[in-house]
T-cell receptor, first 114, second 112 residues
Framework: AQSVTQPDIHITVSEGASLELRCNYSYGATPYLFWYVQSPGQGLQLLLKYFSGDTLVQGIKGFEAEFKRSQSSFNLRKPSVHWSDAAEYFCAVAASGGSYIPTFGRGTSLIVHP | NAGVMQNPRHLVRRRGQEARLRCSPMKGHSHVYWYRQLPEEGLKFMVYLQKENIIDESGMPKERFSAEFPKEGPSILRIQQVVRGDSAAYFC??????????FGPGTRLTVL
């Protein structure tokens, strides 16, 4: 079975600074990988996903993530954070060729200082 | 095109009562998934349904919880005889066949 680790529970950055949120997964084959964002009291919105091909994936809101098979990682990055990016971020992994049901990490809470 | 809709958004029940959570998938989506989110935790998969069929219920508690997705109408997650530990946010997602899931805004259940 697949699993996801998000080692940082909270991350604090200043507005305009760069951001990297870490995600490590465990899965025997090439997985499907996702990053979701959740604002307070809201559902999850998909930021980006990796299925195959180019390991650098571009998403919405200026986010990108890079799949590194050798490190079993799928870290999320943004070059310049905006105050509106403050939210909870979830990394998820699904089995390729399976029923597409993702396993979620416990999330990283992003705090943005002005 | 409306997104995934869930109602109610907030539900308060006393211990021992029943909770019914509804999910209307996006138009054209025939796959529905239910997840539970406890405070400061990620989403935990509960059940995956297609129209009139339960495909995977490996994440459902064995007792008191049931789900259905009838031919007509929304998907229903039913919790009988609720206990305080059932307090959580319950999210529904829908998809086309084996494709990206779109999430609803969730139902926040509070058990007094």
């Amino acid at each position: 079975a697949q699993s996801v680790t998000q080692p940082d529970i909270h991350i604090t950055v200043s507005e305009g600074a760069s951001l990297e949120l870490r995600c490590n997964y465990s899965y025997g084959a090439t997985p499907y990988l996702f990053w979701y964002v959740q604002s307070p009291g809201q559902g999850l919105q998909l930021l980006l996903k990796y299925f195959s091909g180019d390991t650098l994936v571009q998403g919405i809101k200026g986010f990108e993530a890079e799949f590194k098979r050798s490190q079993s990682s799928f870290n999320l990055r943004k070059p310049s954070v905006h105050w509106s990016d403050a939210a909870e971020y979830f990394c998820a992994v699904a089995a390729s060729g399976g029923s597409y049901i993702p396993t979620f990490g416990r999330g990283t809470s992003l705090i943005v200082h002005p | 095109n409306a997104g995934v809709m869930q109602n109610p958004r907030h539900l308060v029940r006393r211990r021992g009562q029943e909770a019914r959570l509804r999910c209307s998938p996006m138009k054209g989506h025939s796959h529905v998934y239910w997840y539970r989110q406890l405070p400061e935790e990620g989403l935990k998969f509960m059940v995956y349904l297609q129209k009139e069929n339960i495909i995977d219920e490996s994440g459902m508690p064995k007792e008191r919880f049931s789900a259905e997705f009838p031919k007509e109408g929304p998907s229903i997650l039913r919790i009988q005889q609720v206990v305080r530990g059932d307090s959580a946010a319950y999210f529904c997602a829908s998809s086309l066949e084996y494709n990206e899931q779109f999430f609803g805004p969730g139902t926040r259940l509070t058990v007094l």
